[in-house]
């Protein structure tokens, strides 16, 4: 059965259950718990390692039980685990049983015992289940699940050009599902047999903060099935944000949210309710903005080693954006950084139509007074290109032309070559940089899906708009 084959499967029964009155979101939470049971197990038996789970609370006490006994045996076993210290602590942190009915959860554990294995030598299917299952709620109920993927073949170019080594250190401060971690973690443990390096690889290699309580259980699940950090969390539940934890970092691989500007809400003692901007204030942060990327983009470059690497996917406001931050950030990037690198990526790869994005690679050198970058390879995967989640889906080869340009460094019709001198003169230092002629502005049979259309249409005006902001804060001496 392939991986595809088996996430229908159990994507299926949720459609029984919400019938029943189970909502997806419950559903799913749910069978990531009860799969990383059943998959403990078999990466025992399997696979002969060492398990985590007390025999008490493992997947044999659950599937031996019936009725009113597996509920209390489950609600007792999520109680149990969640009171753990370490990863198995992180995983089972607030869990709950929403699967209540004994003939409900009775069905779904019967599920996931009979099928499978889940877990194998050769087939490894850990991963593609839980974003298999985490993609269907994100496509069918809309719920935005789909802010937490990044496609796999993004990773797969980033990690490859990045390069990371083993005995270095890697940092995801937006970590997800755990995507980028896993894919350094494959590239990283075929470079030596030495097993000093390998243990220092799954246990203190890897670092993630995300600020979504579920997403950092399924990132603890994928990254402990997988055999990395068995003992303490290589995760954590923080805003990455909020404060310098004073730890330094060889790679920085991640892709923070995409989300607008931050607020949030106060209530008064009467009742009235004020937002506020989110403007977080840090001493490394040279620039104070409201503006969540740039905030990461200051973020990662404060928690990089000198010496130090990143690749980091943003979307387009972050090269153009008008006011005292954003250009003193890119220019910052510019002179206190070697960004050598940009990889403009193909809208409609992501689940949200139309939004547009950037991978950027810079490292991190000792001090200089003249400018670290001395050139900006730009390679443009955008124009002409069209990607679509469901007929036309991004794959590992599309990248393969941009991997081999990343390495030899030579001009093409879509990899180009920019001075600092030029990058500098730029009018509010505005990288968003094209040459290419866009065939659909001649050619209708080219034009996007019209879903995707709209949706460029509709980013395109809001970039606009947030420039206008920009520029009126600015104005009103706001933009501090």
Known sequence: MTNEQLVSKVWNYAHVLRDQGVSYGDYVEQITYLLF?????????????????????????????????LELQYRHTLEALGKEEGLIGTIFRKAQNKLSDPAKLKRVVSLIDTEGPWIGLQVDVKGEIYEGLLERNASEVKSGAGQYFTPRAVIEAIVAC??????????????????????????MKGQSQDRAKLNQLRHSAFTGTDIVDEVVRLCAMNLYLHGIG????????????????????NVVLTNPPFGKKSSFKIVGEDGSIT???????????????????LNFLQHIMTIMEVGGRAGVVLPDNV????????????????????????????????????????????????????????????????????KTLKTKRLVDEDFNDFVECYRKREETER????????????????????????????DLENLPEPDVLAAEIVENLEAALEQFRSVNAELAGEDE
Not at 234 to 246: E, I, K, T, Y
Not at 340 to 365: C, E, M, Q
Request: glycine fraction near 8%; proline fraction near 4%; charge should be negative.
């Open 37 to 69: 049971l059943k998959m403990d197990q078999e990466r025992e038996e399997l696979l002969g390692e060492t398990s985590a789970i007390p025999a008490k609370w493992n997947w044999g006490q659950l599937i031996k039980k019936d009725g009113d006994a």
């Open 162 to 187: 990045v390069d990371p080594k083993i005995g270095e250190t890697v940092c995801d401060p937006a970590c997800g599902t755990g995507g980028f971690l896993l894919a350094a973690y494959d590239h």
């Open 230 to 249: 068995n003992g303490g969390s290589p995760v954590q539940q923080a805003d990455a944000l909020a404060a310098d934890s004073g730890k330094r970092f």
């Open 275 to 293: 937002t506020e901007k989110e403007d977080y204030e840090r001493e490394d942060f040279k620039f104070t903005t409201s503006n969540k990327q």
């Open 319 to 386: 090269l153009f954006e008008a006011g005292r931050a954003g250009e003193g950030i890119r220019k910052r990037l510019l002179e206190g950084f070697n960004f050598h690198t940009l990889l403009r990526l193909p809208t409609g790869i992501w689940y949200s139509p139309g939004v547009k994005a950037n991978v950027l690679f810079f490292d991190k050198r000792p001090a200089a007074r003249e400018a670290q970058t001395k050139e900006l390879w730009v390679y443009d995967y955008r124009t002409n290109v069209h």
């Open 415 to 442: 990899f180009r070559r920019f001075s600092y001198e030029e990058l500098i003169a730029r009018d509010k230092l505005n990288l968003d940089i094209f040459w290419l002629k866009d065939d659909s502005l001649e």
